[in-house]
């Protein structure tokens, strides 16, 4: 609980302004008792991030548990990109790379790890199911879609305030799965497509 609610606090307010203090009250403890659970603020701040590391793994294996196939997964990615968390998580990794550089260094790299290795159990997925073409090369096609989302959120050019984060990710990224899908794939997310027009 005192990690939920500390992430939420720095999601909202940023880690350089929350103190301390701010995450004693917010969790309803003492300062003494916050230092005897957690070193210091860096301490606590890389427990809340293996915290978001945890719920975005348990919220991935319920969507893939879930979904019927590959697309079907896609289709539920897409549903459930949220403007909101996106700014939110991009302005805390902002301040996370300006203020805690060292936390910031080992956060993306173990996030990036884990995205590529879902990436490319999807892609195998995808080519089991027959909706996946067979001759790609799934490493770099993994590391392909991953450079295409980390663009999509990092981008000047794809501002949110003329395109929403769905909008994004139906142009960018369900049209590129269309591209590396078997002709039965491509129904399917053309099928998707007319239905969300």
Excluded: P
């Excluded at 880690?15 to 070193?39: H, P, Q, R």
């Excluded at 991030?49 to 897409?78: A, G, P, R, T």
């Excluded at 096609?141 to 994004?168: D, G, P």
């Excluded at 990710?169 to 497509?193: H, M, P, Q, S």
């Amino acid at each position: 609980m005192i990690l939920e609610n500390s992430m939420e606090l720095f999601l909202h307010r940023g880690c350089k302004a929350v103190t301390m203090d701010d995450i004693a009250k917010e969790n309803g403890i003492s300062k003494k008792t916050l230092y005897e659970l957690f070193k210091d603020k860096s301490d606590l701040l890389e427990q809340c991030i293996d915290f978001l590391h945890c719920q975005m793994i348990k919220y991935s294996n319920d969507m893939e548990e879930e979904s019927d196939n590959v697309m079907s997964l896609l289709f539920k990615i897409h549903q459930t990109q949220s403007d909101v968390i996106i700014n939110l998580k991009r302005n805390f990794f902002t301040e996370l790379k300006r203020y805690y550089y060292t936390i910031y260094k080992q956060t993306v790299e173990k996030f990036m790890k884990y995205h590529m290795e879902r990436t490319r159990v999807y892609l195998a997925k995808g080519q089991r199911e027959g909706l996946i073409i067979e001759n790609i090369d799934t490493e770099l096609v993994s590391k392909i879609i991953i450079e295409i989302s980390n663009l999509l959120e990092e981008s000047e050019l794809f501002s949110f305030k003329m395109h929403s984060r769905k909008e994004l990710f139906a142009e960018v990224v369900i049209l590129y799965f269309r591209g590396i899908a078997t002709e039965k794939g491509r129904e399917i997310i053309d099928e998707y497509i007319t239905k969300t027009n």
